[in-house]
């Protein structure tokens, strides 16, 4: 009955939270303290439409913003609507983002579960973390990433306990649901001021092709912001540099930086060729399910049940979809019974 207890809170805990969003377009950190625990005061633009789902929520609340793509045409959640000077889709509480050429740029979302950490499950997979800019002025939403310009890569999470991309959240053994994950980037020199941009952030969680996304709008202004914000002493989740233009260098505060700009460098023309691929592919909606299943990143022998410690480690943390879910319940109920006897 304890093991079949443990299981069932691992279990109900993982159905109750969903993949992640960006909460924050632009987020203004100036102490370290802003990275570990969100202040929306510093919180100065919001995502496309956050103003009819999730305006005053709580950080990392589930509202139903979270996106995939999939293998269609729609790479954002909702369409881009020019109206008001693009204004159609912000509010005065959720403002579009301004931004300046050559800025730094830091965001922030939530990790919803997803980080690989020996204090949870030190195998949770991650395959990069990007941000894409349309031309000045868009009409309508692009149909691929390759009609975009990378501006920004995260590369992959390196492994447990790294807690680099998308895995960027120093408080995450302490709130894995909600804890403040966070990521810099540079605008390029050479945008328009005056004119307004489109930018998506992807994620890819299982595989390439497992991916989520949050688009927005920036307009760009004269008035510089400074090319870098007075982040603290060691912050090095600063993305490599991939636009069509040279940015500014990320602060030195570590060697870290240049080692991960370095590291994650190589990996951008391949990540960048196979989101091309799938952005432009038809999935079955079958098929992702049974791929994601089948590329989960977790070893069920080494992660769902230690019988030395009795200790259940979120078997389900990984589930993406609702359908391998039903699937790990029934695992979970004949494991019960096995562990009963």
Known sequence: MQNYLFISLALLFSLANGHSWLHCTDYRITNAEQTKNFQSSQCVGYGRAWSQCCENTAFGLDRGYNYQPGGGSKLCRDPLRTGNNYGASYS???PMAKY???QQVCLAWAPK???A?????KNIPDNGMEVYMSGPNPTADATSLNQMTKIADWGKNPGADAYKGFHNCPNFCSDPD???CTGCFYIPRNVQVGAVYSFIWTWEFNAVSDQYS???EAQIVANTQGTALALPSG?????SATGVTPVPPPPATSASVRTSAARTSNNAVRTSAAVGRTSQQAVDPQDTQDQQQETQDVNPQETAFNPRNQTVVYIFAGASSIAVQVQLIAVA????VILAQ
């Open 333 to 336: 109920m004949i494991l019960a």
């Open 92 to 94: 005065t509480g959720s």
């Open 113 to 115: 579960n997803h980080v």
């Open 117 to 121: 950490a020996s204090c949870i499950n």
């Open 214 to 216: 949050t688009c927005w």
């Open 100 to 102: 300046s050429p050559g």
């Open 235 to 239: 912050y090095s989740n600063v993305a």
């Open 178 to 180: 909600k804890a403040t």
